[in-house]
């Protein structure tokens, strides 16, 4: 008989679902932070923070406000994030945490 597996969710890359065993799903993840500081306006960010993975990430403007935007994982390194409001790009400057 084969050990119980927990969901943990879908890859937003392939959309694949992804099961762990017991032992995957306790084991501590190797980290990493990265925070990228937008200085110039505009509403689609590149990021390029080489964590090898496909870090989750939180946006603020220069207010310090969180904003929200469509990320799209490039590859583990390098992820872009679009801003729209009521349809129409937003572009302002901001930091994004990824971790």
Known sequence: MSPLKKYIGKNV???KTRFLSEAEFTKPVKGGTFTHTQ?????T???NHNLAKFPSVT???SGETVVIG???YNSK???TIT???????TAFQ???YLN
């Open 83 to 89: 801003f729209f409001s009521e349809g129409s790009p």
């Open 39 to 43: 200085s110039s306006t505009s509403n």
């Open 59 to 61: 946006v603020v403007d």
């Open 45 to 47: 960010w590149t990021i």
């Open 70 to 72: 469509t990320i799209v």
């Open 77 to 79: 390194n390098q992820l």
């Open 13 to 15: 890359v392939d959309n």
């Open 94 to 96: 901001g930091k994004a």
